[in-house]
Every structure is written in structure tokens, then in C-alpha cells.
């Protein structure tokens, strides 16, 4: 049977902190990284470069500690070193299922990772390698939605993927409301002026900006990447043009 061509080349894989703990309170739930590294390599495996940047949120809030009255730069300095926790997790689980991966820091830490360099980056795609970005864009008061914004813009990828519990944007809460409806399709302008809590804003205004396609899907379905990257829609898209 003939495989179905690639609708994406290069994908850049959007994780919050949150989705690496499972049913786990705090942490990295060794189960759920196994599969999430397996959807990776299972990614790479029909040709796509794929990065990733993953969130901190299961091990450190900046922004929440900065409302309790620590310092926001702090704070927020704290968080990235939590993504980069998360990313050597990740990178751990993908090598011990046969993959390559390298981990790329916003934040300086030779002794640990690479520092990120956007042509390296971009090599050690062509070259086969999964990419983790870490530490967010080495700079407080931006999220990692934003950093997985930027990152995407600066590789030159084809397509990002928002990770996430839910199969798509919704029009409000569809797990407080049964009657909630999901957008197959969205503009960038759309999902800002109505507030639909896809990304922040300055993420979605970089991919809006750049002509950087957005999927928003549920990373919990299986095969969901393999998917998508063949054209299937599982998921909300999120375009700079209405699509007929």
C-alpha cells in the first residue's frame, strides 16, 4: 500500500508541561513521555523534520509566584530552567527508543545542552535529528506559546501544532459546556479579537504575521501526528485567510 505524501515537512510540536504528567498531580509521568516520544520518532520515521518546545508548567509556575510577590524576572527565569528539565526528559525518552534528538537552550548551559543557534538548528533537522527548544525564548515575560511561535517562524516550519487535552478550539469549555461548538477552521484575527484562549496573543500575531499555519488537536488520539501530517484534519486550523 502506498503511503500518502507529506502535506507537512517540517512540524514544530507544541507540548504544555501540564501534558507530560499523565494522571500524575506534579511531574513527568514516565508512561506518557514513552508514547509521546514514540508519536515523535513514529513522525520522523516517514520523513518529517519535527522540534519541539515544551512548556514548565509541571514543575514551576513563574508567573504564578510573581502574583504571590516574587520577582517576575525571577520567576520566570525559574520557569525556563523547568522546560529545560522537560526537554532533557523528553530527549532521554526519544534516544532510548532509537532516536536522535538535541536539545537547545535560550539560556546558556554548556554542560548540558546546546546553546540555540538558528543555522545549527536548521542542520541538525536536515540532517535527521529531532530538535527540543528549551528554555523558552531565554527571555522573561514571554511564554512558551510565544517561543513556539518564534521558533517555527525562524526553522522555517510548514506547520504548528498546539498540543493540547481538547480535539480543537471551541467557543467556550466544552468540559463545563455540552453544548460548546468546535471550529474546523479559524483565522488568526478571529481566535484574538474573540479570545478563545488558543495561544496568547503575541503568539498568534507571530504566526499570523509569517503565514505560519497553526493546528490545534488533541495530543491524547492516537496516531494523531502521523495524521495530520498526510492532510487529515483532526484537529482545529488556524490560517491567516478564510479557506473556502
Not at 64 to 87: F, I, S, Y
Not at 185 to 192: G, K, P, R
Amino acid at each position: 500500500m502506498q503511503a500518502k505524501p507529506l502535506h507537512y515537512r517540517r512540524v514544530l510540536l507544541k507540548l504544555s508541561g501540564e501534558a507530560l504528567m499523565g494522571d500524575f498531580d506534579y511531574g513527568i509521568d514516565p508512561a506518557v513521555i514513552k508514547r509521546l516520544a514514540e508519536d515523535v520518532i513514529a513522525l520522523r520515521a516517514l520523513g518529517v523534520e519535527v522540534a519541539l518546545v515544551i512548556g514548565g508548567g509541571n514543575i514551576f509556575r513563574g508567573a504564578g509566584l510573581a502574583e504571590g510577590g516574587m520577582d517576575r524576572v525571577t520567576g520566570d527565569h525559574m520557569g525556563m530552567l523547568a522546560t529545560v528539565m522537560n526537554a532533557l526528559a523528553m530527549q532521554d525518552a526519544i534516544e532510548r527508543l532509537g532516536g536522535q534528538c538535541r536539545v537547545m537552550s535560550g539560556l546558556s548551559m554548556h554542560q548540558v545542552c546546546e546553546d540555540y543557534i538558528r543555522r545549527r538548528a536548521v542542520r541538525h533537522l536536515e540532517k535527521g535529528r529531532i530538535v527540543i527548544f528549551a528554555a523558552g525564548t531565554g527571555n522573561p515575560f514571554f511564554t512558551t506559546d510565544t517561543a513556539g511561535s518564534l521558533r517555527a517562524v525562524e526553522i522555517g516550519a510548514d506547520l504548528l501544532v498546539k498540543a493540547t487535552k481538547v480535539d480543537g478550539v471551541y467557543d467556550s469549555d466544552p468540559r463545563k459546556n455540552p453544548e460548546a461548538r468546535r471550529y474546523d477552521h479559524l483565522t488568526f484575527d478571529e481566535a484574538i479579537n474573540s479570545q478563545l484562549g488558543v495561544m496568547d496573543a503575541t503568539a498568534l500575531v507571530l504566526c499570523r504575521d509569517n503565514n505560519l499555519p497553526l493546528m490545534v488537536a488533541d495530543i491524547n488520539v492516537p496516531g494523531l501526528l502521523t495524521r495530520l501530517v498526510a492532510g487529515e484534519r483532526v484537529g482545529t486550523l488556524v490560517t491567516r485567510e478564510n479557506q473556502a
